[in-house]
């Protein structure tokens, strides 16, 4: 699979984040082949099921800076949905699991796509 | 190559920035608040810019801003703010701490880059602007200190003592005033205004620019009369700053005048020129005064021997020269070893130095040494010339074009009735009325048409001696001839003495050689066809 379609079966703009890497594809393709083992995604599933709101807050904030310069824009919309419902939280509640839920769902299928990458 | 500090604490996100920048820039890497101060600390401002995340574990971005601000980074280090933070709230806390630039996720390397680059040049031409600006100013500060000083010492070399005086004054002005804001705030003072003291301080003295020279330098006591004008320095001194047509309200000259007046007055009111009591007189001027008498009386001067450093605060406590402000005498004794380590050299004023070494260079004639003594031994050479020429009797002449001046040795003057020097010879009267304005031209385009290599040249010269009629007196004349001329005829009855006129053309050293004037000598006819034989003419050359 090529990174233009692996890009497209996440529902993300490949044109615009290979834009801001000045059409350096390679570029991207190398930090996207990186990011699966960036650890703010496991530091946000242990912290956030171990109910640290704090740490899992800057972690799904931080996911959500990577996925937002890769434009990974499915992973990052969910991120950021799940980073503001942490903001200033003190405890994990309902709605913030469903959106944690989403993030999970959303990381696997990002996870999937880039394994199939050439 | 500049230094870039990347702080987030993503190593993804470290590493897309670090890539885009590490071909221009050599690139530093934080991962937390904290790694960046303590990084901060160790490179302080050898770094050029700042990239800062927000949201870090440890210390977060605000609070680096906040250190940075504290320790002062701020002001030379530009910090660009690089997040993915979309609330507002935080962005403008972000600006309001500091931050100088705000990069909002998703970035384009194109805009990183050069945001980088503007935010870095914009910095370096501040900082070299900041760097120029206060060069200026310490220049500046530096020159109107000398030329005050250079000033102050023009009045003082009249006065055969040593020029330190001015400098002496100075320092003591600086160590008193500084012990007074210690102990009272009852005066006006600030760091500003003691420099400025501090520097007019050295005009103090300038009145005595107009006391006779004999008065200033007179060993002995000075009679009543004597004393009546030497006093009156201070008035006069002041009188001259007053009457400035120019910066007549220059904090500078108002302060200079305070000074100058007043320096001689006394707390009890028995100084003159005024006869102001205690505060009356400026503190500028009391303390002025006070480091004045101290250095008076431990230095040398032509009417006294210097007293010790003991002996002076000992007289000055006991009031034996004049009153002083209870407060400045404390002072005085506060600060006595430090005075004393000046007064002994061991620790001059620093800020004095290079002016005092100026001043010292001035006095030595350092930069001037190796002309003056070339033109000492040039003075040698002429003064040897005379002397031989004198006992010779010989009759020899020196013309240099330059000063349009013609140097005749003693005898030729004589014998020509013409001064050893004389300015302009070709269009001067007399040497004209001697030898004809034609035949001056003559000679004068002959010397300048002299080659080089063949720079002599040979007249023949006729002393005619011829009786007046119906007289016995003899009137002489002089005609000078080239051989090439033919035969010359003279009044039968006259009395010819020939001779040979040598000359030599003189020219630049430096090529192409240019004509600077000529030399040249009177032989007589026959000894010098003795002389010239079997020699080569040349060789005078």
Not at chain 2, 231 to 249: N, R, T, Y
Not at chain 2, 392 to 400: A, I, K, Q, R, V
Request: charged share 25%; hydrophobic share 40%; aromatic share 8%.
């Amino acid at each position: 699979m090529t990174l233009r379609e692996c890009y497209e079966s996440i529902g993300s703009d490949f044109s615009a984040a290979v834009t801001r890497m000045c059409g350096r594809e390679e570029m991207l393709l190398k930090f996207v082949k990186k990011f699966t083992s960036d650890p703010s995604y496991s530091s946000l599933v242990s912290s956030f099921e171990s109910g640290d709101v704090a740490t899992a807050f800057r972690m799904a904030h931080t996911l959500k800076g990577v996925c937002l310069n890769l434009g990974l824009d499915k992973l990052r919309q969910s991120a950021s949905d799940l980073t503001e419902a942490l903001r200033n939280a003190q405890s994990t509640s309902e709605v913030q699991a469903e959106l944690y839920n989403k993030v999970k769902q959303d990381y696997e299928m990002t996870e999937k796509a880039i394994s199939l990458l050439d | 190559m500049k230094k870039i500090l990347i702080v987030d604490d993503s190593e993804m996100n470290r590493s897309m920035l670090s890539e885009m920048l590490e071909r221009e820039y050599l690139v530093f890497e934080a991962e937390n608040g904290k790694d960046a101060v303590s990084m901060l600390s160790r490179y302080d401002t050898e770094i050029d810019l700042v990239l800062l995340d927000i949201v870090m574990p440890e210390m977060d971005g605000l609070d680096v801003l906040k250190a940075m601000k504290k320790n002062g980074w701020l002001t030379d280090i530009p910090v660009i703010m690089i997040s993915s933070e979309m609330n507002p709230e935080v962005i403008h806390q972000a600006y309001e701490l500091g931050a100088t630039d705000f990069i909002t996720r998703p970035f384009d390397i194109y805009v990183v880059q050069r945001r980088c680059r503007n935010m870095i040049n914009l910095y370096s031409k501040q900082k070299n602007l900041a760097g120029m600006v206060a060069d200026q100013y310490f220049e500046r500060e530096k020159d109107s200190r000398l030329m005050i000083n250079i000033l102050a010492h023009i009045v003082e070399y009249r006065n055969s003592e040593c020029g330190m005086h001015v400098i002496y004054v100075q320092n003591y002005t600086d160590i008193l005033l500084h012990e007074l804001i210690k102990i009272t705030d009852k005066y006006d003072l600030d760091e500003t205004k003691i420099s400025l003291i501090i520097k007019t301080a050295a005009l103090h003295d300038v009145g005595k620019i107009c006391i006779p020279e004999e008065i200033l330098n007179k060993p002995g006591r000075l009679t009543d009369e004597e004393f009546k004008i030497m006093k009156s320095h201070s008035a006069v001194g002041s009188q001259m700053l007053a009457d400035l047509p120019f910066h007549k309200d220059e904090p500078l000259v108002k302060m200079a005048y305070d000074i100058a007046r007043w320096h001689h007055e006394r707390w009890d009111g028995r100084g003159y020129p005024d006869g102001l009591v205690g505060d009356e007189v400026p503190i500028s001027a009391q303390v002025v005064a006070l480091a004045d008498v101290y250095d008076a009386l431990t230095a040398e001067r032509c009417y006294k021997k210097a007293f010790s450093h003991a002996t002076a605060l000992e007289m000055i406590t006991k009031g034996e020269c004049g009153q002083f402000n209870p407060l400045l005498i404390t002072c005085l004794n506060n600060a006595a070893e430090q005075i004393r380590l000046v007064k002994e050299g061991n620790q001059g004023g620093n800020m004095d130095y290079d002016v005092r070494e100026f001043a010292r260079d001035l006095l030595k004639n350092e930069s001037l040494y190796s002309s003056d003594r070339l033109l000492h031994l040039l003075e040698y050479e002429k003064m040897k010339n005379r002397f031989f020429e004198g006992i010779s009797g010989s009759c020899s002449f020196e013309y240099t074009m330059n000063a349009k001046m013609l140097t005749l040795s003693p005898t030729a003057a004589k014998a020509l009735g013409l001064p050893e020097t004389l300015m302009d010879p070709v269009h001067n009267e007399t040497f004209i009325k001697i030898f004809g304005k034609e035949k001056l031209h003559d000679l004068n385009a002959k010397f300048r048409a002299l080659p080089p290599d063949n720079p002599i040249v040979q007249f023949c010269f006729y002393v005619v001696e011829e009786k007046k009629p119906n007289s016995d007196e003899v009137v002489r004349t002089f005609r000078i001839c080239d051989p090439a001329d033919g035969e010359v005829k003279f009044p039968e009855n006259a009395q010819v003495t020939e001779y040979k006129l040598i000359c030599r053309a003189a020219f630049t050293v430096a090529e192409p050689q240019r004509y600077t004037g000529v030399i040249g000598k009177l032989v007589p006819a026959q000894r010098e066809y003795d002389i010239m034989k079997g020699v080569d003419i040349s060789d005078f050359a």
